[in-house]
């Protein structure tokens, strides 16, 4: 069952609240995101930290009512 | 330790670089197993690769090992290194190549 991007992006926010969240539907179908997080809160943490904190922001939809989530994740560089 | 559990820690002690995948190295079957199996082969690194769709077992097993909820997943030397969006940002930054140099990786003839 497909999700909507700003389900997405709520559900990231609600877990991680200092993050700015771009998601990208990448076929239009709702299906397939790709998602930008940016949080002060990652910074010093290793990247498989860093995307395990998202993974559990979605709390298990990962694989399920989200069949693909393209991640990219990082702390400020002030380039933002 | 359960069944599975035991397969993973085996197939992780006999081989240096592992992929757990979907599908073969030949035919991934996901574009995400597509793009970790094209950086391997772009670096020359000889790999196991482990189709979890022909295993569901593993195919839970593996996400419970690293508490990671999905796949790809690269081991090197036994310790999880990350999914393929990682995979694809160490391998940019030369990350990647540098890990496998560090843990002295033996590469594909």
């Known amino acids: 069952m497909p999700m909507q991007a700003e389900e997405i992006e709520a559900l990231i926010l609600a877990a991680i609240p200092d993050a700015s969240v771009e998601i990208r539907d990448l076929r239009g179908d709702g299906d397939h995101y790709a998602a930008r997080v940016v949080a002060e809160s990652f910074r010093g943490l290793p990247l ?3 995307h395990k904190l998202v993974y559990e922001a979605l709390d298990g939809r990962i694989g399920g009512a989200l069949h693909a989530l393209q991640l990219s994740t990082a702390a400020p560089t002030g380039n933002e | 330790m359960s069944d599975t559990a035991t397969r993973i820690d085996k197939l992780l002690r006999a081989n240096d670089v592992v992929l757990f995948m979907k599908g073969s190295a030949l035919f991934p079957q996901c574009g995400f197993s597509s793009r970790a199996v094209s950086i391997l082969d772009h670096l020359s690194v000889a790999f196991e ?37 990682i995979m694809l940002e160490m391998f940019e930054a030369g990350e990647l190549q540098k890990l496998l140099e560090d843990k002295e990786v033996a590469r594909a003839l």
Do not use: C
């Not at chain 2, 593993?58 to 036994?78: A, C, F, M």
């Open chain 1, 48 to 50: 498989v930290k860093q």
């Open chain 2, 49 to 85: 690769a482990v189709d979890v769709l022909q295993d569901p077992e593993i195919r839970q097993g593996i996400k419970e090992h690293s508490d990671w909820p999905t796949v790809p997943q690269l081991y090197v030397k036994g310790e999880f290194v990350g999914g393929s969006d």
